[in-house]
């Protein structure tokens, strides 16, 4: 199983879970062209993918959304509020209720509500068999849920959207500082390394990765030292995209041990 972070930042946001010949993707914010030339770049099968799931209906998580769908003729997956604020064109659509799983190919997958200022924002935690991955941005907080799920996940990929000083002294007008800091905004480098570490367990095997850094408000070295500072992770397992236009193949790891408790 393979978590690849084909775009992750305020210019695209787009992931796509692949297992045993089967993929998901989870959000489409950057062009249909170039997610097809990703998908090329990492060996990705475009006829192995099931779905489109949408998080939220900002422009960089839906952008690319529509034409992807129609091109791999498959369905967009959203719950109802978000579909409708998305303008995605003529598409194939999966509707779900908010806290209702999903079972799509291999993997099942749980909505979980953000907090984030967008109709009926959620992220996705994906199992399939034993192994877990979770992949949560655009929230101002971790809900318990989602803390949960970062606890058993083998794969985390979690916002640490900005460094508070950057912010704060950064040249955003004070409005969108207060949005962005705000329950209903974005996760801080701080705040993402508490929760990385209130969830850690003995001999913890998870593979933490940092998506969605601003490129105003923050870089990749300073969201790593920061989470490293906090967790005591070593700073090189701390991973993220490096430059504009960087992309990650992440491994989930196969358990040695008993499957952790869900
Ligand atoms: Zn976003
Ligand atoms: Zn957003």
Known sequence: MEVHVLASGSDGNCTVIESDGEAIMIDAGISCKRILSLMDRHGIDKESLKAILVTHEHTDHVSGAGATARKLDVPVVANMATFNASDLGNVQHWVYKSNQDLNIGQFHVTPLPTSHN?????????????KKVLVATDTGKFSFQIEHALAVSDVAVVEANYDLDMLVNGPYPYSLKSLIGSERGHMNNIDTGLA????MGENDHRKIFLAHLSKTNNTPDIARQAVSDITGIKRFQVDSLEFPGDSRIIKVRERSGPPSPS
């Open 196 to 199: 990385i570490k209130r969830t």
């Open 118 to 130: 967008a109709v009926e924002p959620n992220c996705y935690f994906t199992e399939v068999d034993d």
